[in-house]
């Protein structure tokens, strides 16, 4: 099967992660409270709160946390009011980027994001401008160490994905939404360990750009994605291994 590979872009964030990883508690936290107030508290019943509570422990994050957020968000626990906002925008060469946030205060919110947009030399733009280029699905990043490819293959599409992509260092799996816990649940079955799994924003098209261009894009999306209200960044930035080996280098 062929298709675009998000893993240079997909590693480079998980590395940013790493580094951030008090803020990174504290953003999937919120993700986690907003899903059980809208949803409630039942992972069984409540799907999207079990997705937020899957990519907590996958970013090792105690459980004392996750209990906490859960009961905040179920209103056991006082908490503080968060709304939820998508941001569309541009980046340098007319990158698109998806800016999705939870916030207590909008208009501060809105503002802090446009700033760091036109800094990078991009602009906020209107609702629906962006979105229309990407579409939501379930996300698997795989070492290619850990499987050979065609077992792998035959394993997802039978789960019900729709396609796997090879790069360098790994497969990139994609899935319907209502094929993401069947997926999820078929490779750990087989013990097939992944380096994502999560729902995510994919884009339908995507853009190359030169290596001095790239960097001004990544530093944008860095910059949303350190923002306290920023739970999720995506772009249709299309970064090829090559170049991101040289930019790691």
């Known amino acids: 099967m062929s298709g675009h590979s998000h893993w240079a872009t997909i590693r480079r964030k998980k590395s940013a992660v790493d580094a951030k990883r008090g803020k990174l508690f504290s953003k999937l936290a919120r993700n986690i409270m907003v899903a059980a107030r809208s949803g409630g508290g039942d992972l069984d019943t409540n799907l999207t ?61 809105a503002s802090e994001i446009r700033k760091i947009f036109e800094l990078a030399g991009g602009s906020l733009a209107g609702a629906k401008s962006v979105a229309w280029k990407f579409e939501k699905k379930g996300l698997f990043a795989i070492s290619r160490d850990a499987v050979e490819e065609e077992p792998l293959m035959e394993l997802v599409l039978e789960a019900g994905a729709d396609d796997l992509s090879t790069g360098a260092n790994a497969y990139e799996v994609t899935c319907p939404l209502g094929s993401f816990q069947a997926v999820s649940t078929a490779l750990a079955e087989k013990n097939i360990p992944t380096e994502v799994s999560e729902i995510s924003m994919i884009a339908q098209t995507t853009m190359t750009l030169d290596s001095k261009t790239v960097p001004k894009v990544l530093g944008l999306l860095e910059k949303l994605e350190d923002h306290d209200d920023v739970q999720n960044v995506y772009s249709d930035l299309d970064i090829p291994d090559e170049l991101m080996s040289q930019m790691t280098e």
Do not use: F, H, W
Not at 59 to 70: Q, R, T
Not at 90 to 109: F, K, Q, S
């Open 49 to 109: 709160l079990r997705y937020a509570v899957d990519k907590a422990k996958a970013a090792n994050m105690p459980n004392d946390n996750i209990d906490k957020a859960i009961k905040k968000g179920t209103g056991e626990l006082a908490s503080e009011q968060l709304e939820e906002i998508l941001y569309e925008g541009y980046g340098p060469a007319g990158v698109a980027i998806l800016c999705e946030v939870l916030t207590d205060n909008r208009n501060r919110t």
